[in-house]
């Protein structure tokens, strides 16, 4: 995670360290072998993946150069694969999308271990986290880790900002599961 962060901001690239990562740092630490960080990308395809390839290089790392492209033309992911350990980082490319501009506009700085990251706020890690667990058909798991961040940040978070977001996510039955469940610590 510290190296990958200290890459993108030596490649000179706004990020933002979000899903099991953030809720991590926010709720109950659980073990995961990926990353993922949302990126923004504000030159050519073709620019910002020699960037990447040249802070990632290989044998340590691999990044599908062609996957990269396109993820970056459509918006949408690619993964970087470090070769010795086998994890991997999800590199999820801003969109423009309302929800996924005011997120990212709201990150904050949290040193981990040393080293400071921009990481998604308590309130949105909640509500990407509830998102991916409808699309996942109702993954447990990631409710789990909402209900830990909301639980340990209990008292912190801006309520009607989830209130607000909620409904435009399709989230607003699964935020009301969340709040009736929670045992605030």
Same mark, same amino acid.
């Given at each position: 995670m510290k190296h990958v962060v200290r890459q993108l901001e030596a490649a000179d *690239?706004?990020?933002?360290?979000?899903?099991?990562?953030?809720?991590? *740092?926010?709720?109950?630490? +659980?073990?995961?072998?990926? !990353?993922? !960080?949302? !990126? $923004?990308? +504000? $030159?050519?395809?073709?620019?910002?993946?020699?960037? *990447?390839k040249a802070v990632f290089p290989e044998p340590d790392f691999y990044l599908d150069e062609g996957a990269m492209r396109e993820a970056i033309v459509n918006r949408s992911m690619f993964n970087l694969l470090e070769t010795r350990e086998g994890d991997t980082v999800d590199f999820w490319l801003l969109t423009d999308d309302d929800f996924d501009r005011a997120r990212f506009a709201r990150r904050y700085a949290e040193v981990f271990e040393g080293q400071r990251l921009m990481v998604s706020r308590p309130e949105d890690t909640i509500l990407m986290k509830l998102r991916w667990a409808a699309m996942m058909g109702g993954s447990e798991k990631q409710f789990n880790d909402? *209900?830990?961040?909301?639980?340990?940040?209990?008292?912190r978070l801006e309520e009607r900002y989830l209130d607000r977001w909620a409904p435009v996510l399709g989230v607003a039955e699964a935020l009301a599961r969340l709040r009736r469940e929670a045992r605030p610590l």
């Open positions: *690239l706004e990020y933002m360290v979000s899903g099991s990562v953030a809720s991590s *740092l926010q709720g109950e630490p +659980r073990a995961s072998h990926d !990353i993922d !960080i949302v !990126i $923004a990308v +504000r $030159a050519e395809a073709a620019e910002v993946a020699a960037r *990447l909402t *209900l830990r961040v909301w639980e340990v940040q209990h008292g």
